[in-house]
């Protein structure tokens, strides 16, 4: 069973900066890809950014140069760089992996930007 366990969500000011991290219970060299979604209240589940194992960075387009997705193989974790934050941006953020049993994810942490 995978286990993901996010980290490093807060309350920010708009322009401000926040890095999540996302620790996977197995090497992240066994997955076929990682990424952080996001939900808003009464809003759908969206993709935020993905990574696939061959080191491949996918972004949604509202997020294209403010965020970055980068991963620690030695540590297992993956990593969300947040920069010039906005309101819009507050959400509960998740991280999910892709494996040959299907699609994990963790239980988020929240970020909220707000002045």
């Known amino acids: 069973q995978v286990q993901l366990v996010e980290s490093g969500g807060g309350l920010v000011q708009p322009g401000g900066s926040l890095r999540l991290s996302c620790a996977a219970s197995?090497?992240?060299?066994?997955?076929?890809?990682m990424g952080w979604y996001r939900q808003a209240p009464g809003k759908q589940r969206e993709l935020v950014a993905e990574?696939?194992?061959?080191?491949?960075?996918n972004y949604s387009d509202s997020m294209k140069g403010r965020f970055t997705i980068s991963r620690n193989n030695a540590k297992n974790t993956l990593y969300l760089q947040m920069n010039s934050l906005k309101p819009e941006d507050t959400a509960r953020y998740y991280c999910?992996?892709?494996?040959?049993?299907?699609?994990?994810w963790g239980q988020g942490t929240q970020v909220t930007v707000s002045s």
């Open positions: 197995q090497p992240v060299s066994t997955f076929f890809g």
């Open positions: 990574m696939t194992s061959g080191g491949t960075s």
């Open positions: 999910s992996a892709r494996t040959i049993g299907g699609r994990y």
